[in-house]
């Protein structure tokens, strides 16, 4: 599409093919180049990388005092 704006080709390199494979399990409709603006914008608006959140609820599940698990709301109230 043609644009006055500026481009940025990103390279798929392995840490970034990692947030855009959990990008694609949240959207998972979209293509995996628009996946990038995506993500770019979960960022901006005080978000973290799909990715990230999900390492932040592993990493505390189980965590809290007589919790089996933490409770994960993306699976009742999605995005």
């Given at each position: ?12 390199t ?12 949240r ?53």
């Amino acid at each position: 599409m043609p644009t006055t704006r500026p481009r940025h080709p990103v390279t798929e390199t392995d840490e970034i093919a990692d947030v855009l494979d959990a990008a694609a399990q949240r959207w998972s409709d979209v293509p995996r180049a628009k996946l990038v603006q995506l993500v770019l914008l979960d960022w901006a608006r005080g978000g973290r990388s799909p990715a990230a959140r999900a390492d932040a609820r592993a990493d505390l599940a189980g965590s809290l005092p007589g919790s089996a698990a933490l409770y994960d709301r993306t699976e009742d109230w999605p995005a």
